[in-house]
DNA sequence: CAACCTGTTCGCCA
DNA sequence: ATGGCGAACAGGTT
């Protein structure tokens, strides 16, 4: 489900942990959720601990427990994360439970494509801090747009735009809202971007990512009906540009739902 | 019952 | 050696 602004939306619903004490943790031992991580070493250390950090980067988030703890999440497909009174029962799909004094915070993910990572050490670790640039920080600049856009001449731009070490954060939705917004077909080739057009998706990019970050990040509302989003499920569903009004495609491309205006998004 | 899914990663092939 | 592609992962929902 979750990309940047639900991926932000579910950071913030732990923060009423924050300051407080692990008295205990629950941990289902997933081989699947863990495959990043001991669970053992999560069971033996993470108790005890105070939460102290939480902070998003694209679809992860990293939260610091004092003295010296890190746990990652990331959501997958299903995944989110939950509150609860502190004598919650662990449900079937509740890979960790972290009990405090007043609440439980819950990693729920039915469909196990989400994982946890752990680690240990005075600063983040470094898989967390070589992180690309976000599309919402100045270095997601239009030169390193361009440069990418060069470095994969064969990729269509769909693909490109859902690969997290490019453009972190972005998800399905996302790549098809940007790619009408400037009206570039999805199957385009990256060699097939003029650098004006790169510097138009660097810009969209960044744009939408600021805008679901306060739409959706903050409390789950919905977009407005003049984005994309709200259309592209619908069957019959059309362009929401007033003029436009076309009828939707809805394809696959490798190996995704893509939606597209045929009228507004030209093929080259 | 079959198809579908807002994500990532692996192995194969060019 | 890389880049690009399809398949696989797992389980709920339509």
Not at 35 to 49: C, E, F, H, S, V
Not at 68 to 95: C, F, I, R, S, Y
Not at 101 to 129: E, M, Y
């Amino acid at each position: 489900m979750p990309e940047l602004a639900e991926v932000e939306f579910y950071r913030k619903q732990w923060d009423c942990g924050i300051g407080k004490a692990v008295d205990r943790i629950h941990l289902n031992g997933s081989a699947r959720i863990y495959r990043d991580a001991n669970p053992r070493k999560i069971r033996k250390m993470l108790p005890g601990t105070t939460f102290r950090t939480s902070e998003a980067h694209g679809k992860q988030m990293l939260f610091g427990f004092e003295p010296n703890l890190w746990l990652a999440a990331h959501l997958g497909m299903t995944g989110k994360l939950l509150v609860a009174g502190p004598e919650h029962q662990p449900e079937k799909h509740d890979h960790l439970v972290i009990y405090q004094p007043d609440h439980s915070l819950i990693f729920r993910d039915s469909r196990k494509f989400g994982r946890i990572r752990f680690d240990q050490g005075k600063a983040p670790p470094s898989w967390w801090t070589e992180l690309p640039p976000q599309p919402i920080s100045p270095e997601f600049s239009r030169d390193r747009v361009t440069a990418y856009l060069a470095r994969h001449p064969k990729s269509v731009i769909k693909a490109l735009l859902l690969d997290q070490g490019g453009f972190p954060g972005i998800g399905n939705w996302m790549a098809d809202e940007v790619l009408w917004r400037i009206r570039l077909h999805p199957a385009t080739r990256g060699r097939d971007i003029p650098r004006s057009q790169a510097h138009l998706l660097r810009d969209e990019v960044r744009k939408l990512s600021f805008e679901a970050l306060s739409i959706i990040g903050t409390d789950w509302s919905d977009p407005p009906d003049s984005w994309l989003f709200n259309h592209r499920w619908k069957d019959g569903g059309v362009c929401p540009r007033p003029t436009c009004k076309t009828p939707l495609i809805r394809e696959d491309l490798r190996g995704r739902t893509t939606c597209w205006c045929p009228k507004c998004q030209i093929a080259t």
